[in-house]
């Protein structure tokens, strides 16, 4: 879509371009439209070339690279969220619905609500009882639901309204293959066309909440009380402890083994032990505890 | 009890870390193994503990809440909430009270990392709740693996949101605060008060009369009766 055509009032375009999805600063979303507040934030726009347009306030255009086009308002977010809840009905920009899929073999408990469409269960999948699924949640094969859990829970966005009326999330939730999500656990489902990922045979304990657009590697060991924010990126074969944080848009590599009760607030490296806020060499915390 | 004790030991960090268990071959003994143990042991009736369920009178149990009745025992007087889940091989004292969307009698956290893929070791076991205990809402009780059973001793007071890990032992009035993790196969002695959104290690034991701040991580055995600050844990 080009920026003349989704702000039809020229003259806050200043540069026009085209954006095929729309996005924040830290998704990864093909040419994504995003909105920008700080000046702080604009080296980010650097970092991420997935990035095609840029809604700002008037004051911060000098800083935005030339091959990125721009539109301005004196409220970015609010102009990003109206924008936002036209785009979110349109196919181009959002899931498509389906009507659901659900396989002969999985078990459902009676008492699970399930959405009326665009939801797809696959071979071998339980879902045990009170369990809640909104649309757009795919299921693949083996994945266990346990009680009380909600998958693609979109409750977040009323705080991102913001006044724009008519949005939707675009996005959905995939759980791969053997996945076990225990009790009383919430995933989120992506705000943006995408999914949040849960990586095959990771299981999720009791009591945790995943943000929206938070992609979970394989293999991942995650307990109880763990909360993840919103578009995480985490590794293959993590352990994380019980009632750990991971802030939103952090990055958190493979191998990382984050001890219980620490905040993660920074991107984490491959093989590292995280400890509160310290991170240390997986290999050199094995041989201090030897020596011990 | 033995059963229990064996899977400590094969976590504890001399067994789980040593070269023996880290070779190929002995992975792929152990995977075979836990794989034909979770196909075989729920068919058998071998763990069975909770034969036949039973009701007391004076009860206060919600439309909505989800019992397994055909396997669980519940004494007198006991109120229990709005979408509460209660599953097999629970066993509930009399005058107990169970919070809203409260899960007793889930699958515990028991997985193992074998040859590049993570096993999980089927449950068989089931939650004892004595009498006089209140659980507030959205707890989670997970049962205990093998035959054993995860116990909450008389006049105990769990809160909103607090995990009870599997094969956990927890003495007479206890107080455990809201949003309080506390890890699997714990012995945790009477009297004892858990501070708020604080996290405890597996295989931990707490003595009588210990009391634990909020928000501090456990990671060592306390002995009784001292009162903890988060520097020292």
Known sequence: MKLSDAFPETTSIVRDGIFLSA?????????????????????????????????????????????????????PRHAFFILQSALSHDPQFALPPFANRISQSAKIHPSAKI??????????????????????????????????????????LSGALLGASGIRCSGGVHLHRETDIHANT???????????????????????????????????????????????RIGDDIWIGPNVTVESQVSVGNNVYITLGSTVRYDIEDDKVVKDNFAIDRKRFRKVMRGM | MISQKMFLKMKSAGVADSWLMRTSVMQSIMKTCIQIFN???????????????SLGPGNEIDPTAI?????????????????????????????????????????????????GEIIPVIHLGGVIIHDNVTIGPRACIDKSSLGEYTEIGENSVIMEGVEVGHGIKIGR?????????????????????????????????????????????????????????????
């Open chain 1, 23 to 75: 996005g924040t600063l830290y998704s990864h979303h093909p040419s994504q439209i995003v909105y920008l507040t700080r000046k702080n934030d604009i080296p980010k726009i650097l970092q991420n070339p997935s990035i095609s347009c840029v809604i700002i306030t008037p004051d911060l255009v000098s800083g935005i690279p030339e091959n990125i086009g721009i539109a301005t308002a004196e409220d």
């Open chain 1, 115 to 156: 959405a009326p469409n665009s939801v797809a269960v696959g071979k071998d999948v339980i879902i045990e009882k009170n369990v809640v699924i909104h649309e757009q949640s795919i299921f693949d094969e083996g994945t266990i639901v346990r009680s009380n859990s909600i998958i693609g829970d979109d409750q977040y």
């Open chain 1, 186 to 232: 919430r995933i989120n489902r992506a705000f943006f066309k995408g999914y949040t990922e849960i990586g095959e045979q990771t299981k999720i304990d009791n009591l945790d909440a995943v943000g929206q657009g938070t992609i979970i590697g394989k293999r991942c060991l995650i307990c109880a009380g763990v909360t993840i924010g919103e578009l995480v």
């Open chain 2, 39 to 53: 196909i075989l042991a729920p068919r058998t009736g071998l763990f069975q503990r909770v034969r036949a369920g």
């Open chain 2, 67 to 115: 019992i397994d009745y055909q396997r669980v025992i519940i004494g007198a007087g006991c109120k229990i909430g709005k979408m509460a889940v209660i599953e097999k091989n629970t066993i509930i004292g009399s005058h107990v009270t169970i919070g809203d969307f409260t899960v007793i009698g889930s699958e515990g956290f028991e997985l193992r990392r074998l040859s």
């Open chain 2, 173 to 233: 009035n206890v107080t455990v605060m809201e949003g309080t993790m506390i890890g699997g196969y714990a012995n945790i002695g009477n009297n004892v008060k858990i501070g708020r959104r604080c996290s405890t290690a597996d295989g931990l034991s707490l003595g009588d009369d210990v009391v634990i701040p909020d928000h501090s991580v456990v990671t060592r055995d306390v002995k009784s009766p001292v009162r903890v600050t988060p520097s020292d844990v």
